[in-house]
């Protein structure tokens, strides 16, 4: 009982004393993924009943020793204006886009270059998820890179992930991402 007490004890010190926060904004257009993803990094449950963001949900999710503060901010068109402001001071912006949603990727495109163009924005890690790996007809990484014009970001490190969090593909990947660059 004794030994289990103090691991118990050297653990919480190590927490305590390593501990690493970091401030995400997570955006991108209506029914992407944005609250699943949230969902899943919080308790590694996926539910197809999901309610619509309204404005924004503010989430904590302590995976390790690392504390994520997130912003899961709306996609309805008439929130879009707000991601600017949950966008500033944070240390990395997840993009998530429904990469199965053939139709709604130009417009997905037009908001990230315009979000991106922000001279506030500058710098900050970009992680762009392309959710619903699992349909048939999710673009691929290459193709959604090509499509949201990646290459043509400059001015800050930019990632782009295939996932589903439905089936949690590449989610450790994504927790890894994150995990670099908390502080």
């Not at 009982?1 to 004393?17: E, V």
């Not at 690392?66 to 001071?89: H, S």
């Amino acid at each position: 009982m004794a030994i289990s007490y103090l691991s118990w004890i050297l653990n919480w010190f190590r927490n305590l004393l390593f501990s690493k926060e970091l401030e995400v904004a997570l955006v991108g257009l209506q029914a992407a993924g944005k609250t699943s993803l949230v969902n899943v990094l919080g308790n590694g449950q996926f539910s197809s009943d999901v309610v619509p963001t309204i404005a924004f949900n503010l989430r904590r999710v302590t995976k390790g020793n690392v504390t994520l503060k997130i912003w899961d901010v709306a996609g309805q068109p008439k929130f879009r204006n707000m991601w600017e402001r949950y966008c500033r001071g944070v240390q990395a912006i997840v993009y998530v886009v429904d990469a199965a949603d053939l139709e709604s990727i130009p417009s997905a495109s037009h908001e990230l270059q315009s979000l991106l163009s922000i001279p506030e924005l500058k710098g900050i890690p970009l992680l762009v998820l392309g959710n619903k790996n699992d349909l048939p007809t999710a673009l691929s990484v290459e193709d959604l890179i090509a499509q949201l014009k990646l290459a043509k970001v400059t001015g800050r490190p930019v990632s782009c992930y295939s996932t589903s969090m439905k089936t949690n593909h590449n989610i450790d990947i994504v927790l890894a991402w994150l995990a670099q660059r908390a502080h």
